[in-house]
C-alpha cells in the first residue's frame, strides 16, 4: 500500500512541475522557479492525495445467512392401550406379560420391580 502511494505521490509531483515549466516562458525558465513551484505543488498535491488514500478503512465482518434447519419427525406411533380395570386392559395384560397379577394390576419385570400395566 505504502508503495503505491508513494509512487501516486511522485507521479503526481513529475506532472505538476512538467505542466508548469511547460505553461512558463523561456525567461522564466532560466530562473527554475517555475519549476520549483511546480515540484513544490505537485508534492503537496501528491501527499493530499497519499494522505487520502493510505487512510484506515473500515471493514466489517461479513454478513452470513443461515437458513433454518427444517427438521422432519416421523409421526408418533399411537399404540392401542385400552384404560385400566376394564375388561380389554384385563385381556391385554394377561396376554401380555404372563407375570401379570390381576388384582394389583402390577407384572414382574425383567428388572426385578414391580411395574403397573399399562
Known amino acids: 500500500m505504502f508503495k503505491t502511494i508513494v509512487t501516486t505521490s511522485a507521479a503526481v ?22 519549476v520549483a513551484a511546480g515540484v513544490a505543488g505537485g508534492f503537496a498535491a501528491g501527499a493530499l492525495v497519499g494522505s487520502a488514500l493510505s487512510q484506515p478503512r473500515y471493514a466489517g465482518p461479513p454478513t452470513y445467512y443461515y437458513a433454518p434447519r427444517r427438521v422432519y ?7 392401542y392401550r385400552p384404560a385400566p380395570w376394564t375388561n380389554a386392559w384385563y385381556n391385554y395384560c394377561t396376554s401380555k406379560y404372563r407375570s401379570f397379577n390381576p388384582r394389583t394390576g402390577y407384572y414382574l419385570a425383567y428388572s426385578g ?4 400395566c399399562r
Do not use: D, K, L
Open 13 to 34: 509531483t513529475i506532472a505538476a512541475g512538467a505542466m508548469i515549466f511547460a505553461g512558463s516562458n523561456t525567461a522564466q525558465a532560466g530562473n527554475g522557479w517555475g
Open 73 to 79: 419427525r416421523p409421526a408418533p406411533v399411537v399404540t
Open 113 to 116: 420391580n414391580y411395574r403397573f
